[in-house]
């Protein structure tokens, strides 16, 4: 076969077996963590968590993560709330994942065999979906995922080429710490597998060019002063005691090496094929060939830096990149057995099915993680209890999540884009108004709506507080993009608003109407009033929202 016709045949398994072992995800909606990130930013925002954290409101751990936000924002704007295009997205990336790692394994080992078994070892692998697929939130992990299987693939490619050629490695390192932080491990990577490349393959492979070495410890340099800039002022991590450390660092290797503590279904039977595997190659080691035993070594030494930086905390849902290492290892230990035993039949054929029956016994064990992130699953069912209680979530998801609990198991509409009919973003929480009128405080200079599609006609009301704020106000209305209306508000009556909806410009991905309200600029009580102990950022009030 062609090399064109082998990326092909990775690109369509990846898919393909992506689909098969993940595609009932799709209808798996938002969970925990994800109530809180799925959600409009501004430009302020995104601008913001490059000189601070990703989190400002201090709900999230303090990381430095502006790349992840960027993502966040970005995804937003064009899948609003309709949680299965977040998950379609999922897929996308995973696969795309899958057949890059498939494309990096064929070529640090040599071997064709290495990537079609690459993509099944890859997508079966058991810390996939808490890590990458399920969990939408973990989007982030993917595009690292995705950054650092570039990186190799680029550093393969140019490993015999002047320093210059590896100038674009700096900026994937970059890309890599600024979406998540163990990302920083990108480029002692990359020099770690050269140098065994060197000494297992190529032996007159040049050395690192001494102008990478440089660049890149100036590089890491400038991106941990940049964070410890932004993140000043919160505390510091501090690094555990050594027994804790290195129960961190046991914990965060043997989960996607050895696919313990073996919980589930055949985890047991996948969890003695992870370990004797790579046993199995090292007693062939002899005769194996160098690739081969190149994509072994890589695999585990890849694995043990991904999982330096778990040295304080780590969390099975984080382990993507170890997980990804893991399968390089069992990937080039299969290939090369089964290319070791090519001439022997009576070898290989129960090296094949030893081979088989493991994958498979892994794909089941993912299969079964993967539930749970049912809807219906208690996993959700206990998250969705504990972000009823998140004042940062809006309160119509909140109010949708109480329903959706009380639903019998197996009715639940775990797509919000179509269970609910309206959700307001920047709004405080409901207060009852002098005439006993339900309002609701803009929490902020803007407010963003989101109509369900079958909606035509909204009505509200709005009202300036005047009388305390002292300044006219100037509001202006967007509906899917498109100004709509501009109210100067220079008194304190309600003004009554009406906006009309047609079901054919509602955006197609995301499925609802949007619609913004953006004002000159907000208040603080405290700021004008004399001993006034509300701090709140307030805007307009705003009435019920009729919808018909």
Sequence with gaps: MTARVVGFTVFALAGLLTVI?????????????????????????VLAAFHGPWDPSGIETAYYRPLTI??????????????????????????????????L?????????????GVCVFVMHPAMPYSAVAWITNQMHLTSMLVVLVGLLWWFAVRRRPGIWWAPLLVL??????IKEDGVMLLPAIVAVHTLRKYLVERDLPHVPGSLLVS???TLALLFLVRHVALSGIPVRRVPPVDAAWTNLVRGFKGPFFLVPAKRPFQPAASWFAML?????????????PGFRFGVASGFTIGILFDLPFVFIVKAEQLHLIAMAASLS????????IHTARLRWQVRTPIVAAIAAGVAAMSIVTRDITRDFEPSGPLVKRADRIVQEWAAVPAELREYLAAKSAQPTGNEDSNPAQAVALVAFGLHGREIDPAGLPVRWMSGPVTDLYVGRGTRLASFRIRHEIGVFREPARLEITVNGRPTQQVALTDGNWHDVTLAFSPRNAPRISGMHHVRLTLDHAWIPARIIPDSADTRVLGLQVGAIARR
Excluded at 105 to 117: E, N, P, Q
Excluded at 173 to 178: G, K, V
């Design 21 to 45: 072992q993940y595609g009932m995800t799709i209808h798996y909606g938002f969970y925990y963590d994800d109530y809180h990130f799925v959600r409009p930013y501004t430009p302020h925002e």
């Design 70 to 103: 960027a993502l966040y924002a970005a995804r937003f704007s064009v899948f609003g709330l309709n949680a299965s295009a977040y998950h379609i997205l999922s897929l996308i990336l995973f696969a795309t994942a899958a057949a890059l790692f498939a494309v």
């Design 105 to 117: 394994a064929m070529r640090l080992t040599g071997s064709r065999l290495a990537g079609l078994i």
């Design 173 to 178: 390192q970059a890309a890599a710490f600024l």
């Design 216 to 218: 890149g410890v100036a």
């Design 277 to 289: 595997l790579p046993v199995a190659a090292a007693v062939g080691w002899r005769w194996m060939s």
């Design 330 to 337: 069992l990937t080039a230990a299969a290939s090369g057995l």
